[in-house]
């Protein structure tokens, strides 16, 4: 069975560009949450997808956008990149009431 | 909003020392409890959890008991190692509220030989 696995591990970026994180989720896992660490700060909620759906939502704005695929995982999406943006993106899968693992994460950095 | 307060760190011990760390929470339903472990560079492990009050969650020598009382989720160890040296995070999740996990700011806790 393995765990969460997020690609890249490492990403670097400009102020206005875009970006996209992946994620894919423990197997048997049907919803995927995603997280955005700061440095030195604990996980910040963004939002949660269960069935392909958006199932809950943190305080980011829409330029924070996600989908999740047939297969359960999943892509973050960040347009617009702004340089309060540069943190540590988590993503956290679970299966119904079940406790939700982590990922390794996926480090951003907007210059 | 449902929230998560941990005591500040850094936490600094002599290995063998005993180890707390303070975490309250506010919620108005009935939450879920967690501790997390980060590890430098890596992503959170689950160390721990107490689903309802009273619960004591355990593992790898660390425990924590759910107190309603109290509001309380404080982590302890007795006896710490090099290896134990991360950030800890203390969060809560309720399913009936909301969808979110609700985290602390992390503790930074630091074992020297």
């Known amino acids: 069975e393995t765990g969460v696995t997020q690609s890249p591990t490492h990403l670097i970026k400009t102020r206005g560009q875009q970006v996209t994180l992946r994620c894919s989720s423990q197997s048997g896992h049907n919803t995927v949450s995603w997280y955005q660490q700061a440095l030195g700060q604990g996980p910040q909620f963004i939002f949660q997808y269960y069935r392909e759906e958006e199932n809950g939502r943190g305080n980011f704005p829409p330029r924070f956008s996600g989908l999740q695929f047939p297969n359960y995982s999943s892509e973050l999406n960040v347009n617009a990149l702004e340089l309060d943006d540069s943190a540590l993106y988590l993503c956290?899968?679970?299966?119904?009431?079940?406790?939700?693992?982590f990922g390794p994460g996926t480090r951003l950095l907007v210059l | 909003g449902d929230s998560v307060t941990q005591m500040e760190g850094p936490v600094t011990l002599s290995e063998e020392a005993f180890l707390t760390i303070n975490c309250t929470y506010t919620a108005t339903g009935y939450p879920s409890l967690f501790w997390y472990v980060q590890y430098p560079g890596e992503g959170l492990q689950l160390l721990l959890k107490?689903?309802?009050?009273?619960d004591k969650g355990s593992n790898k020598g660390f425990e924590a008991t759910y107190r309603k009382e109290t509001t309380s989720f404080h982590l302890e160890k007795g006896s710490v190692q090099v290896s134990d040296s991360a950030v800890y995070f203390c969060a809560l999740s309720d399913r009936r509220q909301s969808n979110d996990m609700r985290f602390g700011a992390g503790t930074r806790l630091t074992v020297k030989p």
């Open positions: 956290a899968s679970k299966s119904g009431q079940e406790t939700q693992y």
């Open positions: 107490a689903t309802k009050a009273d």
